[in-house]
Nanobody
């Protein structure tokens, strides 16, 4: 059973930084299981929103427009993905979810994600 576990959320002041991590278990992503990994976020009453994604083996990335230049996604090994978030704003406050998708070209929509983590809360104070 594939499981994704996020870590690194917390409370930070506006302008600060946080680094989120996600680790997958129950599968080894690779040539035969070339899953892309992504970060989404969600606030109460709103749909889950794409933040950033990275393909396997981690050479190609995608970002939501509002995150470009502030967030960086990286994949140091097949089963982990990090999200470095800089210059955080109060509107970045959300639960951040890690997801795994079989197709990189469908990574930006929640319906393209096969596996989800349970999320980690990020709160940015003004």
């Amino acid at each position: 059973q594939v499981q994704l576990v996020e870590s690194g959320g917390g409370l930070v002041q506006a302008g600060g930084s946080l680094r989120l991590s996600c680790a997958a278990s129950g599968v080894t992503f690779g040539i035969s299981v070339p899953y892309a990994l992504a970060w989404f976020r969600q606030t109460p009453g709103k749909e889950r929103e794409f933040v950033a994604g990275i393909n396997w083996p981690g050479r190609t990335t995608k970002y939501a427009e509002s995150m470009k230049g502030r967030f960086t996604i990286s994949r140091d090994n097949a089963n982990t993905v990090d999200l470095q978030m800089n210059r955080l704003k109060p509107e970045d406050s959300a639960v951040y979810y890690c997801g795994a998708a079989p197709r990189f070209d469908r990574l930006q929509t929640p319906t393209g994600i096969n596996y989800w983590g349970k999320g980690t809360l990020v709160t940015v104070s003004s």
